[in-house]
């Protein structure tokens, strides 16, 4: 593990058993899990690189105890750190050694589902698919939809203001949520949002989607629901160098179309996806593109023929358009598996997460293709191109020794690129622990300040999931302090009027 | 009263670090279009951010536009419609309903006080679309946050706190927006007759539909007592309920037939297009039935959000029990209410009622002294107000920066 964590507390450790005797007073039964076996699956979350046992699992099933969990930590100066299902892909949810593992996966009730007002009021611990199949029989879903819907929940996709292939059109998770219930560390329960489109006064609802379990646990939320479009269809064409996939990508945009999703494979994720689930992707061409129109079919069938003609002009060599839902479907589940697909062809991969501005796509693409030389490693990329969110997987065999250093050095080359490029981090994974580290290639020490601050404001002695986001921690005190320049003189050279 | 004329991003750090040593609130200005909003500020320093307004730049292949805060929203919007581009979050002209100068109003001021239009329901507000900012905090530390992309999860969110914070937090330099391809045909479907809760209905079965519906609004007969602009031609008959479709020419049409046959039962709909249609939303969006030089523009006016299906049922009753005139938009989901004038402008009857169905209220337009005798923002729960007093304290812990703008007390 490259990554340094915040030194456990061994006065923390020494009070272990009475830490959970406490919690068991709070959450009785099976709820607190301290056996170092039945602890196991709770070590890693997707960033399974990092693996840490934590002091002890608890699992609430009442905002109450929640609340009441959180006190007891607070009073006693125990960090927390919240866990949905864990698919975290970088490190949000990864447990501390003095710190409790809060799960919220006993919250998997949807408490109210409203049609007139488009919205659902869910607990967390209920997954992202859940919902969307939850309100399938009227006709609507819930639009964001990360590739591992089926596994993650609504608390962890706030915690990571997820996306997925449809958050081009429909916005991510911040974009569609509209109110939860959270719990400080303090134990206070605040209701932010309701089912209104609208909160009142500070954004608060906006601050806590992406705050990675740092700022509060959220116990309900209340998100909006769409009716599915009429229909949906999907192209699937195929390039002989990615750089024109790329051009189609911006040409797209630039003519107005927002598809319903727009993803490019290169090859190596072409063929690890065809051999695993045989979509009937052509495999002699550089970089797939599968553009999905959605609406009524009129609109549909439209769109369809002015991308197609787009592509052309770009150099497609093979063009193919969905005539069922089966098809479309199947066009699609080469993309969806595509990171189990390339499980398959190495031992261990990386995924990273950078975003770019669209039109620097290629430049993108040679800088990875260079970076793979450089450290001698295998890479596959996809990407959710309409949004210039790229997914590089870094291929490389952990046991092989200095491999898995090698792929995180070239993973933060990729990111580093990225910035350069005009762009961030992450677009939709988080930063965790995995690009913590990183976060001074984009921001400055004033502008992390800022943040940190904010931090202060929910959780001011930092013991909601410390070591994660933020490469160095400060105390609130010293972050606050407000320096005061040049005196008293006001105002010097400024003109007035 | 000294106005401080900044001329770029340096000089608003130099002030603001002079503010706090000399312990001067400043009042954040872009062309002040909007100071007759909110609590009057506790001071009589200004600082002007309107010539801090050039284009950085615009790339309308990306649909990302970066622009220094104090451009002027007419420049602004000439130039994304010079390529057929424009807000997707429709923000509100609001000269006509506080009676300022139209033709004014800077993008600052239109992040800052975050009032989007029509198409929210459907694409968001302000928060939705700022993606990044560089801002100078109360701490007189320049900082940035977001990015220039549309996807970023890089650190906290702190544009989506900054949009709608009406200068209370940071003061914006420079701002990094996501524009939007105008739609090539527009048709907004007409239903005439309809009581607002039956118009409620009608629109959320409308919301409900397939059939993308980017606006939603309804005009009680009352809206047209001024028979004011644009709206004038659509009151012949009484109360309309107005259902907009946008896109390209066929799906339009094909949803706009479609979306009439579904609400065949609230009646047969007429139908407007394209310029007439945009006019009709322009005056919906700026809410032209309360302007300020109406027949109702003594009136103090209340903007209300609430769940929308609630929205018919609680502006009718509001209208009845205060003799006040409503207007609804997104659904159902935002009512202006133009109330007649009482020593708190029924502040605590609205509230009151509010709690009920977990909507807010914000006087968007109120005399000097009535805005400083109520709260003009939705007052909050004790939990949420000592929250977001920290959240403030956290940005600008000396309160220089548009002190007692959000709060009746101030907090310090
Ligand atoms: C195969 C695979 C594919 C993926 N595809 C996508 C994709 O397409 N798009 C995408 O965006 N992501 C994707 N992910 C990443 C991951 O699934 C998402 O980040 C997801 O939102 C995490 O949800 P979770 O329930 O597993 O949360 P966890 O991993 O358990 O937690 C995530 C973060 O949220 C916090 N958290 C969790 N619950 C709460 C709560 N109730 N209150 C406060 N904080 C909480 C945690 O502390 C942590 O910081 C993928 C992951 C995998 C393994
Ligand atoms: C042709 C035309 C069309 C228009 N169309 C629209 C439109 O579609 N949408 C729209 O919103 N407006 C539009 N306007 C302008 C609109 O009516 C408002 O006047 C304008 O948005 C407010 O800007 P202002 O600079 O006057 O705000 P001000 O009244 O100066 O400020 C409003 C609030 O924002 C704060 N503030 C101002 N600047 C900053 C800053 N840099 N950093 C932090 N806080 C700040 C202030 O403190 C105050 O709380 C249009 C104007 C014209 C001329």
């Given at each position: 593990m490259s990554i340094m964590m915040p030194v456990p507390d061994q006065a923390i450790l020494d009070r272990r058993s009475s830490i959970v005797a406490a919690l068991r007073a709070i959450v009785p039964g099976e709820g607190v899990i301290d056996s170092a076996a039945e602890m196991q699956p709770y070590e890693s979350d997707g960033l399974t690189a990092y693996r840490q046992p934590p002091m002890v699992v608890v699992l609430p099933d009442t905002t109450e105890q929640v609340s009441r969990v959180l006190r007891y930590c607070h009073d006693n100066g125990i960090k927390v750190v919240p866990r949905g299902a864990g698919t975290s892909l970088s490190g949000g949810a990864l447990p501390l050694a003095d710190g409790v593992l809060l799960g919220m996966g006993k919250f998997k009730r949807i408490r109210d589902i409203d049609y007139e007002n488009r919205t659902v009021v869910t607990?967390?611990?209920?997954?992202n698919l859940a919902i969307s199949q939850a309100v399938a029989h009227e006709g609507f879903y819930y639009a964001p939809d990360p590739s591992s819907q089926i596994a993650c929940t609504i608390g962890g996709n706030i915690g990571e203001n997820s996306g997925g292939v449809h958050c081009l059109k429909y916005g991510m998770t911040t974009n569609n949520v509209l109110g939860c219930e959270i719990v400080l560390i303090s134990g206070e329960i605040l209701r932010v949002g309701s089912k209104a489109p609208e909160q009142a006064g500070y954004d608060l609802m906006g601050i806590i989607t992406g705050s990675e379990g740092l700022l509060g646990v959220v116990t309900e939320v209340t998100v909006r629901i769409l009716k599915k479009p009429e229909t949906a269809r999907a192209l699937m064409i195929g390039f002989p160098q990615v750089e024109a996939s790329g051009e189609c990508v911006a040409r797209v945009i630039g003519a107005g179309i927002i598809p319903g999703g727009m993803e490019i494979m290169d090859k190596p994720a072409i063929h690890a996806a065809e051999a695993f689930v045989h979509a009937g992707y052509p495999l002699d061409v550089e970089a797939l593109l599968i553009v999905e129109l959605d609406g009524p079919a009129v609109e549909v069938d439209e769109l369809i023929l002015r991308v197609e003609k787009i592509a052309r002009d770009c150099g497609a060599t093979t063009l193919q358009i969905s005539n069922s839902e089966q098809e479309r479907l199947l066009f699609w589940a080469g993309r969806k598996a595509a990171f189990p697909a390339v499980g398959r062809i190495s031992p261990d991969y990386l995924c990273m997460d950078g975003t770019i501005p669209r039109g620097k796509l290629p430049q993108a693409l040679a800088r990875i293709r260079e970076l793979s030389e450089k450290y001698g490693l295998g890479v596959a990329n996809v990407f959710h191109a309409g949004d210039g969110n790229l997914h590089p997987l870094i291929l490389y065999d952990a046991?092989?020794?200095?491999e898995m250093d090698k792929a995180e050095a070239f993973g933060a080359d990729i990111l580093r690129a990225c910035v350069e490029f005009g762009g961030v981090l992450t677009g939709e994974h988080g930063v965790g622990v995995e690009k913590r580290d990183l976060m001074p290639e984009m921001f400055s020490d004033i502008d992390l300040a800022q943040q940190m601050r904010l931090k202060c404001a929910f959780d001011p002695q930092g013991l909601l999931n410390p070591g994660k986001v933020f490469p160095t921690l400060h105390r609130c005190a010293e972050l606050g302090r407000v320096h005061v320049h040049g005196g008293k003189l006001a105002f010097p050279d400024l003109p007035r009027f | 009263m000294d106005i401080l004329k900044i001329r770029d991003a340096k000089d608003v750090e130099q002030a603001v670090q002079a503010a706090i040593a000399a312990e001067q609130p400043l009042e954040i200005v872009?062309?002040?279009?909007?100071?007759?909003?909110?609590?009057?500020?506790?001071?009589?320093a200004v600082l002007d951010l309107s010539a801090l307004n050039g284009v950085t730049s615009y790339e309308p292949n990306e649909l990302i536009l970066t622009v220094e805060a104090g451009a002027p929203m007419a420049d602004i919007k000439s130039l994304i419609d010079s390529k057929n581009q424009e807000f997707d979050f429709e923000p509100m002209d609001t000269s006509a309903l506080l009676g300022t100068a139209s033709l004014s109003g800077t993008i600052g001021g239109t992040i800052a006080a975050g009032l989007a239009g029509p198409r929210r329901i459907k694409s968001g507000g302000a928060r939705d679309h700022l993606l990044g900012v560089a801002a100078v905090s109360g701490f007189g530390e320049s900082f940035k946050a977001g990015g220039r992309v549309v996807k970023n999860v890089t650190g906290y969110d702190l544009c989506k706190l900054i949009a709608g914070s009406w200068g209370t937090l940071a003061v914006m330099t420079e701002v990094t927006l996501k524009v939007m391809p105008k739609a090539e045909h527009e048709v907004t479907l007409v239903l005439h007759g309809l009581d607002d809760v039956a118009a409620n209905r009608a629109m959320s079965a409308a919301l409900g539909s397939s059939f993308d519906v980017s606006g939603a609004a309804h005009l009680p007969q009352s809206a047209f007592r001024g028979a004011i602009g644009a709206l004038a031609s659509l009151g012949s008959q009484g109360s309309v309920t107005l259902l907009r479709l946008e896109g390209i020419g066929a799906s339009v049409t094909h949803r706009a037939n479609s979306l009439t046959a579904a609400l065949a039962s609230f009646g047969k709909a007429d139908r407007c297009e394209d310029t007439a249609s945009q006019a009709v939303w322009v005056a919906i969006r700026d809410v032209t039935p309360f302007a300020a030089s109406g027949p109702l523009g003594a009136w103090p006016v209340w903007r209300i959000v609430c769940p929308p299906a609630s929205g018919g049922a609680f502006g009718r009753e509001l209208a009845r029990e205060t003799g006040g005139d409503v207007i609804y938009d997104w659904g159902g989901g935002l009512i202006w209410a133009a109330l007649p004038p009482s020593a708190d402008a029924h502040a605590g009857h609205l509230r009151a009622k509010l709690a009920a169905i977990e909507g807010h209220a914000t006087?968007?337009?109120?005399?000097d002294p009535l805005r400083r005798a109520i709260d003009v923002f939705h007052p909050h729960s004790d939990g949420v107000a000592a929250l977001n007093r920290r959240v403030k304290s956290s940005f600008d812990p000396r309160d220089i920066l548009n002190r007692g703008r959000m709060t009746l007390v101030p907090p310090i």
């Open positions: 607990e967390p611990g209920v997954t046991n092989k020794p200095g | 872009g062309h002040g279009t909007k100071r007759a909003v909110g609590q009057p500020t506790a001071t009589n006087l968007i337009r109120g005399s």
